[in-house]
């Protein structure tokens, strides 16, 4: 079945720093991959939607200069978590559907099995 | 804008014991997905509906997609401890692009 893969799955990080988040497809192509972060026992928040080859979308209240998104090839988005303060402590998670690209609307989503970023 | 509405939040029950999920909305999705999320892992699919009053089972676990496509049930037929996991109900918004409206998710404890 459609796997992806996040990494890392833990970091820890210092305040000020930045950290990247690689999500990859490994066994389909996925023009569009979305970025999600997820609060203690709550559900999933959309923070961006990842466009292979153009710029990302972000949603209502996501700064897109904080949280930069790179998806430079059909099988690899990046999220970099610029300059992390404590407050971005989350749960950082990925998807995509291996039948976007055909348009379908009920696709499934795969999704990577998340980031614990923690900043000091 | 779309909203999902889940309830209830949290769930806590024996082993053995039915239960039911819920995900209402006062808007058509053209499709509804379950999704059950282990901690720290990411949400893995159980299952879609996309006709109205669709029924599907997986084992003890029946989803139901209501007739006007505005709402969902997952109900759990004696629950296991193997069960214990956050639900999620998303729905699809018909944009090909794929993405889903999420609800908040029922936490669900079941206790051996």
């Known amino acids: 079945g459609a796997v992806v893969s996040q990494h890392p799955s833990r970091v820890i990080c210092k305040s000020g720093t930045s950290v990247k988040i690689e999500c990859r497809s490994l066994?389909?192509?996925?023009?569009?991959m979305f970025w999600y972060r997820q609060f203690p026992k709550q559900s999933l928040m959309l923070m961006a939607t990842?466009?292979?080859?153009?710029?990302?979308?972000?949603e209502q209240g996501v700064e897109k200069d904080k949280f930069l998104i790179n998806h430079a090839s059909l099988t690899l988005s990046t999220l970099t978590v610029t300059s992390a303060h404590p407050e971005d402590s989350s749960f950082y998670i990925c998807?995509?559907?291996?039948?976007?690209?055909?348009?379908?609307?009920?696709?499934?989503?795969?999704f990577g099995n998340g980031t614990r970023l923690t900043v000091t | 804008t779309q909203l999902l509405e889940q309830s209830p939040q949290f769930l806590s029950i024996q082993e053995g014991e039915n239960l039911t999920v819920y995900c209402n909305s006062s808007?058509?999705?053209?499709?509804l997905q379950w999704y059950r999320q282990e901690p720290g892992e990411g949400p893995v699919l159980l299952v879609t509906?996309?006709?109205?009053?669709e029924v599907k089972k997986l084992k003890r676990l029946t989803f139901q997609f209501g007739d006007a496509r505005k709402d969902s049930s997952l109900h759990i037929t004696a629950a296991q401890p193997g069960d214990t996991g956050l639900y999620l109900c998303a729905g699809g918004s018909g944009g090909s692009q794929g993405n889903l409206i999420f609800g908040k998710g029922t936490k669900l404890s079941v206790k051996p």
């Open positions: 990842s466009n292979e080859g153009s710029k990302a979308t972000y």
């Open positions: 509906v996309v006709t109205g009053g």
């Open positions: 998807s995509a559907s291996p039948w976007g690209d055909r348009g379908s609307y009920n696709s499934p989503l795969h």
């Open positions: 808007s058509v999705f053209s499709s």
């Open positions: 066994d389909f192509q996925a023009t569009t």
